[in-house]
């Protein structure tokens, strides 16, 4: 299956939609600030452009889609201002897959718009829109166009889902009981397209550009551990109660696996090396809580969500449903959520379990 002709996630504003149930990408990109606000800070005071150019891979549709970039522009406009500079043109490139609900961004651009060139007051430069449809495992820019590419929440989508020489029985992603022989496949894959989009950003990024990308990911090595695709092991519980109650086949359970890959520090690390085109700045993993709410001051943890399995229920429904949908039917995804935001309460209450995310900030070698 190739992913760009199903995956989208959930559109429009309703209460199924991703614009609705993104708090904790939102979180995400509140969390990793310090990294985006030092990596375009810097590329804006080396390299002073007179029309600076940022594209989002992976910008999705809902209140994160201009958050990221506004955040941007902010530090960008912070720092001119300190220096006594004028404002550049800001050229923003919103990148997402064709089926993602581009409609509903654009549809919201004027009043963000206007919104935005208030809180910024007199003296902000232009900042134009683009609506970028395609998959970023392939060019989307001209050669040497872009200053900045950020991406939150995105690259661990891979192209495809692995080939897969054994059944990962039970599963739909990976956990204590696949086959290595199926963590190798997507290890592969991941890195595979990982290597594809480095080259794409490489062929489109000025000399010199910078790059800041987050994505789900895990701390160390192994890949059962409850920190790397634990809420897809948990949606996988609820599949498999309804495979034991016959209300899904259990070949069709065991042929569907989910293609995403979370990846360690290392494994970037590595990657991003190999490749080739980039140094890397900072490469950091920060940790969010699945259980509560804001920050914590005592541990400096950051939290997502206080009401328990039912957002983050909705959360990864927003996000996979679509796939879901594709292979199970649409008949059954009331139920499987039913089941799903059960477990994930009843987890919740017992255990302590948080998301990984991996920020690499690089640059272009010149
Ligand atoms: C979980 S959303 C994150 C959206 C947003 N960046 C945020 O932080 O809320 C992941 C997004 O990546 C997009 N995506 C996945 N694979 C992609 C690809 N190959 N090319 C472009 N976008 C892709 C999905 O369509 C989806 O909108």
């Known amino acids: 299956m ?123 430069g232009h ?68 290597t594809t989009f480095l080259q794409c950003r490489a062929e489109e990024l000025v000399p010199g550009g910078v790059m800041v990308l987050t994505l789900m990911g895990r701390k160390g090595e192994d890949h059962s551990g409850k920190e790397s695709g634990y809420a897809l092991e948990l949606l996988a519980r609820a599949l498999n109660e309804l495979v034991s109650e016959g209300q899904i086949e259990e070949e069709q359970l065991d042929c569907f696996n989910v293609p995403q890959y979370t990846p360690s520090p290392a494994e970037v690390k590595y990657f991003v090396e190999e490749e080739g085109s980039f140094s890397i700045t900072r490469l950091e993993a920060t940790t969010i809580h699945w259980t509560a709410y804001d920050h914590d001051h005592v541990t400096g943890h950051h939290h997502a969500f206080k009401d328990g399995g039912y957002s983050l229920s909705n959360c990864v429904r927003a996000v996979v449903e679509p796939l879901l949908v594709r292979h199970f039917g649409e008949a059954i995804m009331d139920e499987v959520f039913h089941r799903y935001r059960e477990i994930l309460t009843n987890c919740m209450t017992k255990e302590k379990i948080e998301f990984i995310n991996v920020t690499v900030s690089m640059k272009r070698r010149v």
Not at 127 to 153: A, D, E, I, M, Q
Request: contains cysteine; hydrophobic residues 35%.
């Open 127 to 194: 900042c134009f829109f683009t609506g970028v449809p395609g998959s970023f495992y392939g060019r989307l820019f001209p050669n040497k166009s872009l200053h900045f590419v950020h991406s939150s929440y995105s690259l661990m989508w891979l192209s495809r889902v692995p080939d897969l020489e054994e059944v990962n029985k039970g599963n739909i992603y990976l956990s204590s009981t696949s086959p290595l022989s199926v963590i190798r496949a997507y290890l592969k894959q991941f890195q595979r397209d990982f």
């Open 2 to 124: 190739e992913v760009v002709e199903v995956l989208h996630m959930n559109g429009g504003t309703g209460d199924a939609s991703y614009a609705s149930n993104s708090l904790l990408q939102k979180k995400v990109i509140l969390l990793t600030k310090p990294i985006t606000e030092e990596a375009i800070t810097e590329l804006y005071t080396r390299l002073f452009p007179k029309s600076i150019c940022i594209a989002d891979m992976g910008c999705s549709s809902g209140p994160n889609t201009f958050l990221a970039v506004s955040e941007l522009i902010k530090n960008v406009e912070k720092k001119r201002t300190s220096l006594g500079h004028e404002s550049p043109e800001y050229q923003i490139h919103l990148n997402d897959l064709p089926s993602n609900d581009f409609n509903t961004i654009f549809r919201s651009l004027p009043s963000f718009q206007k919104s935005f060139s208030k809180q910024m007051g007199s003296g902000f």
